[in-house]
């Protein structure tokens, strides 16, 4: 159907996509869920509270998140020229979506700790637990399942936003997708990218959602 | 002897409003106190104010005659010395019932994992539990789970353990076994201090009652005595609303 060069090109694309997703979804969690982490801890009610931390954390995460991941894209256009040297291609395209995805990862994050029931934080505090304790043993562990959901999601999401980069020339298929279907009219080959992104997306949630309910010991 | 545990005027308030008001209370070594008293009297927070789980207004909580302050750095070490069993077991979820026990012993304390492990297969053993150790809580029963619970706070060599109502979350059928566990450990000498609404089981297993109503200790004597010929009024319409 198609040419040797629009394979390749396609399967380049599909290299790209990955690099681009899986690349700032793990320095998103490098940020976001040291962040989160602080977020629960502070929050009122959590093992040490401080509200002027959080306050400055959680409008710091809804001023990024109420961003528009394109507006952020070109906001951020010199800073990622300073970072990576150029804001196209798909390593420049890593760092407006680490960015957006931080406070995004910390939001997951929080919430997914936010569901770890007090009775047994309060169980290992009562045994002497330290708070770093709590928080390495009790915390991230009890709070895996939702953690591993929340990193599927946000995975998926990462995948979408890289698509999106495309129309800035972002690289990966979103810009194979933008350039051939949307410039050259050439439908089938964004038809192939968006079936692509598709199957892509599929497996990355059905993965994330198998090792979620493997590593649940709450029900069965 | 010295006491345990003395408190002194402690005085506890939830915003603005008075929880416990000047309760002074002593646990010699080897005493089983048990805390009785209507439902929102203050005995639930009286006991989670000695491990400092709850800040106090005023007043002191000593053990071993050295204050107990929740936010001073010794805090952490003061609660390993004493052990706690909650109404909802709070068994951690995500690791086994091994895992539940040796963390503590193995984190907190560091002590070595092959002992923590050997010991715990023991205390289990004598719970009538060591078949469950590679389980999950889910996979337990409610009087199972607590018993897990149990075994949790002892391997941590508690010097006093305090049981908050501890069978009230159970099925009456599984209430029995665990109270017979925390009868054998009165038996062989343990401190204990027990907050229940199992009154033939207070009776049973208390070397002294303590009634609390609104936040003070209004009568405290011999389990015979409270039982039979409670001193004051309010004891008496609190053991009469147990008779149908």
Not at chain 2, 67 to 96: C, E, W
């Amino acid at each position: 159907m198609f040419d040797q060069k629009i394979i390749e090109m396609l399967l380049e694309g599909i290299r790209d996509t990955l690099y681009m997703t899986l690349v700032s979804a793990l320095m998103g969690y490098a940020v976001g869920l040291p962040l989160g982490v602080v977020l629960n801890v502070t929050r009122s009610g959590g093992l040490k509270p401080n509200r002027i931390i959080y306050r400055i954390l959680d409008i710091f995460c809804n001023i990024i998140r109420s961003i528009p991941f394109l507006i952020l894209l070109i906001l951020l256009i010199p800073f990622t020229r300073a970072l990576v040297g150029q804001s196209y291609g798909s390593t420049a395209t890593i760092v407006p979506l680490v960015v957006c995805a931080a406070p995004y990862i910390a939001r997951m994050v929080e919430s997914a700790l936010n569901e770890v029931d007090a009775g047994v934080i309060e169980a290992a505090r009562a045994m002497g637990a330290s708070n770093m304790q709590i928080i390495l043993k009790v915390l991230l562990v009890e709070a895996k399942t939702s953690l591993v959901t929340g990193a599927t999601i946000t995975t998926g999401v990462l995948l979408g936003y890289s698509a999106m980069s495309g129309t800035v020339g972002g690289g990966g298929l979103g810009d194979i997708a933008v350039r051939y279907g949307y410039y050259r009219w050439k439908t089938d080959i964004m038809l192939v990218t968006v079936a692509l992104l598709i199957i892509i997306f599929q497996i990355i949630q059905n993965l994330g959602m198998k090792v979620a309910s493997g590593i649940d010991h709450r029900k069965k | 002897m010295d006491p345990i545990l003395t408190v002194e005027h402690l005085h506890k308030e939830f915003d603005g409003y008075t929880v416990l008001d000047d309760v002074n209370m002593t646990v010699n070594p080897g005493e089983v106190v048990v805390i009785v008293g209507p439902s929102g009297c203050g005995k639930s927070t009286f006991l989670r104010c000695l491990n400092g789980l709850e800040k106090i207004e005023d007043g002191k909580v000593l053990l071993d005659g050295k204050i107990i302050n929740p936010t001073g750095v010794d805090i952490a070490k003061d609660r390993q010395k004493i052990g706690m069993v909650f109404q909802s077991y709070d068994l951690f979820p995500h690791k086994t019932i091994l895992q539940n026990i040796t963390l503590a012993p193995v984190k907190v304390q560091g002590r070595n994992k092959d002992e923590a492990v050997r010991e715990a297969v023991s205390l289990l053993e004598r719970v009538g539990l060591s078949n469950k150790k590679d389980q999950y809580p889910r996979q337990l029963s409610g009087g199972q789970k607590q018993r897990v619970a149990i075994v949790r706070a002892l391997i941590m060599h508690p010097e006093i353990l305090l049981f908050d109502e501890v069978t009230a979350a159970l099925d009456p059928e599984m209430v029995r076994e665990v109270l017979e566990v925390v009868l054998s450990l009165a038996k062989e000498g343990r401190t204990m201090l027990i907050v229940t609404h199992e009154m033939a089981f207070a009776r049973a297993v208390a070397d002294r009652i303590v009634f609390i109503d609104g936040g003070r200790i209004v009568e405290e004597g011999r389990p015979d005595e409270f039982f039979t010929d409670p001193r004051t009024e309010r004891a008496r319409r609190f053991l009469d609303s147990f008779e149908y």
